[in-house]
């Protein structure tokens, strides 16, 4: 269970989300991921420790470079799923919104 709630802790950022995206296709130097995200070096660097303690990225030291990836695309699926979920409560949303327009349109007299 621990485990299961470090992970969703983990990914209820935008900034880690930011992260995921920039590493979905291929591995980052944190030198390349600082400027995409506009964070300074020690954000950066503690969304990524959260992410990689958390069992989401995997990293290798090449040089004085540290390099991230992502350890398992899995979590890609997940965020899909996700994502899905939240469009359908939108368009569940929208829907409500819509109906209690035509509702207060009809009870308002002219």
């Known amino acids: 269970?621990?485990?299961k709630?470090?992970?969703l802790k983990a990914l209820a950022d935008p900034t880690r989300l930011q992260i995921l995206e920039l590493?979905?296709?291929e591995e980052k130097c944190v030198c390349e991921l600082i400027p995409a995200l506009g964070k300074a070096q020690s954000t950066t660097s503690k969304h990524l420790d959260i992410l990689y303690d958390?069992?989401?990225?995997d990293r290798r030291i090449?040089?004085?470079r540290t390099i991230y990836r992502v350890k398992n695309?899995?979590?890609?699926?997940?965020?899909?799923l996700v994502e899905s979920m939240a469009l359908e409560e939108?368009?569940?949303m929208a829907k409500a919104?819509?109906?209690a327009k035509k509702s207060s349109e009809q009870t308002v007299p002219p």
Do not use: C, D, Q, Y
């Not at 958390?54 to 990225?57: Q, R, T, V």
């Not at 899995?74 to 899909?80: A, D, G, H, Q, Y």
């Open 1 to 3: 269970m621990e485990s």
């Open 5 to 7: 709630v470090k992970i």
């Open 23 to 25: 590493l979905k296709s």
């Open 54 to 57: 958390a069992g989401i990225l």
């Open 62 to 64: 090449k040089g004085r």
């Open 73 to 80: 695309p899995k979590v890609f699926e997940m965020l899909r």
């Open 90 to 92: 939108l368009a569940r």
């Open 97 to 99: 919104l819509e109906t």
